[in-house]
């Protein structure tokens, strides 16, 4: 890109964000409606075990009952097992539906809108999972040492070990795809990707896989991605002491190392980046070119912007750390960046981040310093439809709230941000999240952002 379009680009970009912040400055947040949506019984319920829904709207959790174990949704209780896996219960997309695992007696068994399936002597680490349509559903399983997938009710070819990931939607929900393992006992363990009920290559492992078994002789996390698209596949093999990028069935350069999750499409699904590591340096990789070698690469990076044409990453040297946006430092360096939080402003412009720094954690938008607080919740950052607005939870004297362009809104004992749940703007002015009024009821709150 030319110097003068690079001048015209940064001054467009300064305009923009200048007049965002004057709007912002004379906008107000009301709460127009405080909902409660149930009320737990804080003597039996396991609190580690709530679950939000993705419209913010459902609420299931697990409780106790003696001995058993029952999940309620929305107030409802369910029916009772010997014991419901806290990790293993899920909405679907839509929210019309959930599903989640059971145990009885030795036997466990997926439950899905109340409906118990077959039961097996185990299931996946990462229990059911919906596609992303919600009509499909999939998980791995295992009867006597042998695993394999279960999808909409029927068993796919039986293998000594699946990933822990389980079986894997596309975004289109037509396809899936896992890794699963095989003992050859003499030949060894292989590991390898099964993309639509066909078997890919075998390698020695793939990363984030295991050469050996869990104790239920199922394999470590790690997997297999789709594009966007879904028509592209991309995972990470390693053979002997190296490893390296399987992109559409082709083996790209091998490394020391490859970070496990670090590999990501773009949204338009024509760019792959990931995190390699030579010589004890890491660094990331976009499109087969090698960028600047780091001590460290943040978890949750690299990431590409919104119209695919960026890439940003947390980087850090010695102990310090800052952001990297085409290849680009941020002249800023912090003790800490947390990790998960970097993202793109919805227009590709520029990056938001939370840093926390001794005492206090505080939001960098474009470089900008944003309040300090005692705490920020993790991932918590949202834009509104049209990017003109933003929130987050921040936390103060043991007291949560959101902050909408800066300013502060009501107070609440706790903002749920666990569990899948988040802050959803239902339009360019209207939010809504969920907060513990009390030690015992959940609110649906709903605030708007009146322009004045």
Not at 254 to 263: P, V, W
């Amino acid at each position: 890109m030319s110097k003068k379009c690079n001048a015209l680009y940064v001054a467009a970009f300064v305009f923009c964000f200048s007049t965002i912040c004057n709007a912002k400055d004379s906008d107000q947040l009301k709460v127009i409606a405080e909902k409660p949506i149930v009320t737990v019984d804080i003597f039996s319920w396991i609190k580690s075990s709530l679950q939000v829904s993705p419209d913010d709207k459902h609420v299931s959790y697990i409780s106790r009952s003696g001995k058993k174990r029952f999940i309620v949704i929305d107030g409802k209780e369910g029916k009772q097992y010997d014991e419901i896996e806290q990790s293993l219960q899920t909405f679907s997309p839509d929210s019309a539906r959930v599903a989640y695992v059971a145990l009885e007696g030795d036997k466990k068994f997926v439950v899905v809108d109340g409906k118990e399936e077959k039961q097996y002597d185990g299931i996946g680490k990462s229990g059911p999972v919906f596609s992303p349509d919600s009509k499909h559903l999939a998980y791995a399983a295992r009867t006597g040492n042998k695993w394999f997938a279960v999808i909409d009710g029927k068993e796919a070819k039986p293998y000594d070990g699946i990933m822990d990931t389980g079986p894997v939607f596309s975004p289109d929900s037509t396809r899936v795809t896992y890794a699963a393992l095989i003992d050859k006992i003499f030949g060894g363990k292989k590991q390898f990707v099964v993309v639509d009920g066909k078997e890919e290559r075998q390698y020695d492992s793939i990363v984030g896989g295991s050469t050996s078994f869990n104790l239920d002789r199922s394999i470590a996390t790690g997997g297999p991605v789709f594009s966007p698209d879904s028509k592209r596949l991309v995972y990470a093999a390693q053979v002997g002491k190296k490893m390296f990028m399987v992109i559409d069935g082709k083996e790209e350069k091998q490394y020391d190392e490859i970070k496990n999750n670090s590999y990501i499409f773009s949204s338009d699904s024509n760019h792959v980046a990931y995190v390699a590591q030579a010589n004890k340096k890491f660094f990331v990789v976009v499109d087969g070119k090698e960028e600047k070698q780091y001590d460290i690469i943040g978890k949750g990076t690299p990431i590409f912007s919104p119209d695919s044409r960026h890439v940003a990453y947390i980087a850090g040297i010695d102990i310090k750390y800052f952001v990297v946006v085409d290849g680009r430092e941020t002249v800023k360096q912090y003790d800490n960046i947390v990790s998960g939080t970097l993202i793109f402003s919805p227009d590709s412009t520029y990056v938001v981040y939370t840093v926390r720094g001794g005492n206090k954690c505080f939001i960098v938008i474009d470089g900008k310093e944003g309040g300090r607080y005692d705490d920020i919740a993790a991932g918590s950052f949202v834009f509104s439809p049209d990017g003109k607005h933003w929130a987050y939870v921040a936390q103060s004297n043991n007291k949560q709230f959101v902050v909408v362009d800066g300013k502060e809104g009501k107070q609440y004992n706790s903002i749920i941000t666990t569990g899948g749940d988040r802050i959803i703007f239902d339009t360019p002015h209207d939010l809504h999240y969920l907060a513990w009024k009390d030690r015992s009821h959940i609110y649906l709150i709903e605030e708007k952002i009146i322009a004045e």
